[in-house]
Structure formats: structure tokens, C-alpha cells
């Protein structure tokens, strides 16, 4: 259906390593979107990808949209302490509603 | 623009009482979205407007829940009665036709 299965689930990284996640569906989709969620805030949104096979980059993040329209990944270089939190990949589909995938909690040790 | 504003914050009630959470979207943004997140579940879209008009209400978990739209600055989520389980944090967020979604800071609600 219309679920986004988002990997991995969680992820501990040394500062300065190179972080990579994504999701994937078996329905395809028109836009994607990566937010980060910090403690106690809503999700904002880091990039939005709007055509099959873009590949966007804001700063140190990079991601693309599938060339299928059914997945995307997100990549951080470098990785800071500040980069900790929950990232979540969103899709809509052909319709105007916005699904979520289940979050990957990122953890940074300095 | 100051973004969405939800309120409360945060809610603390009793099993049984009436919740009622209050959002303001972006001013011009035509579709609006309640979210609930828990630990167990994630990110869950419960009902979603355009222009007012409910779209899609299929995620709203059961006849306690109940939004409104009364005009294109002002939503709300209404839970009665409320129960322990319905402890969750409840976005708001909303955006133009085929944009991306800005999100409120959220109401954390509480039932004890």
C-alpha cells in the first residue's frame, strides 16, 4: 500500500562519519520530503524533492528521489554533534494527503 | 508569517473529561493536517482539510475524535471523552497544494 518503510531504524555514529538512510514504498509517489524532529519541537522540513531522479543538496545534506518515484535516501557528511534527532522520510501520493516513514533516531558521539 | 501555531503545549486531563486542541496554519495554505505521534506508532495522519472541507478522516481512531475547520485560520481536534491511551503528541501542520508541510510545535497531551 501506501506505507513507507524507512531503514534504519536507528543509527550511532562517531562525529565526522558519514551518515546514509532511506525509505522505500511499493507505491509510487509524486514528491518526497526528509524533515528532522528535535526533542520537543515538530518535524521541520531539511529537503524537498519534487522530480523522479533530483538529486538535492542543502549544506552538508544530500538527497535524492528515485528514479522508480518509489523511494529516496537522504545522506549526511560530516556529521556534527547537533545533527542528533529523529529524521523522517514523507511522501505524498496521488492524492494530497502526506505519509510518514517510522523514523531514524540519529546519534552522534562526539 | 509566524508559522503554525498550535495550542496548548502541553495538556494534562483527566480520563473522561473533553480535550479540545487549537491550530492556526499558515496563512494562504489551503490543506491542514492533524498528526498524532506516539513511540509505538510514529507519525499517524488522522485527518486532513483542503479549503475547509474534511478530505479524509479514515485515520481518525475511533467516534471520540472529532475536528473541525470553521474557517481558514482556525482548526481544532476534539477528544470526549478522553482516555489514557489517547496520550500521544498531536501535530498540526499545513501547506499549499503539492508543497511541503510546515509543522506547529505540537500539543502534548497527557490522561491520566
Known amino acids: 500500500g501506501q506505507q513507507l518503510n524507512q531503514s534504519p531504524q536507528s543509527m550511532f555514529i562517531q562525529e565526522g562519519e558519514d551518515v546514509s538512510m532511506n525509505c522505500t514504498s511499493s507505491?509510487?509517489?509524486?514528491?518526497w520530503l526528509w524533515y528532522k524532529q528535535d526533542p520537543g519541537e515538530g518535524p521541520v522540513l531539511l529537503i524537498a524533492l519534487y522530480k523522479a531522479g533530483e538529486l538535492t543538496s542543502n549544506g552538508r545534506l544530500t538527497a535524492q528521489f528515485g528514479t522508480t518515484r518509489k523511494d529516496s535516501f537522504l545522506n549526511i557528511s560530516a556529521s556534527i554533534p547537533s545533527d542528533v534527532g529523529i529524521y523522517f522520510c514523507a511522501a505524498y501520493p496521488r492524492g494530497n494527503d502526506m505519509r510518514f516513514g517510522a523514523g531514524t533516531r540519529l546519534t552522534v558521539k562526539p | 508569517d509566524a508559522g503554525v501555531i498550535q495550542s496548548p503545549r502541553h495538556e494534562v486531563t483527566e480520563m473522561g473529561q473533553e480535550v479540545t486542541l487549537r491550530c492556526k496554519p499558515i496563512s494562504g495554505h489551503d490543506y491542514l493536517f492533524w498528526y498524532r505521534q506516539t513511540m509505538m506508532r510514529g507519525l499517524e495522519l488522522l485527518i486532513y482539510?483542503?479549503?475547509?472541507?474534511?478530505?479524509?478522516d479514515s485515520g481518525m481512531p475511533e467516534d471520540r475524535f472529532s475536528a473541525k475547520m470553521p474557517n481558514a485560520s482556525f482548526s481544532t481536534l476534539k477528544i470526549q471523552p478522553s482516555e489514557p491511551r489517547d496520550s500521544a503528541v498531536y501535530f498540526c501542520?499545513?501547506?499549499?497544494?503539492?508543497?511541503?508541510?510546515?509543522f506547529g510545535q505540537g500539543t502534548r497531551l497527557t490522561v491520566v
Open positions: 482539510f483542503n479549503n475547509n472541507v474534511p478530505i479524509d
Open positions: 501542520a499545513s501547506r499549499l497544494l503539492n508543497t511541503e508541510a510546515f
Open positions: 507505491s509510487i509517489f509524486n514528491t
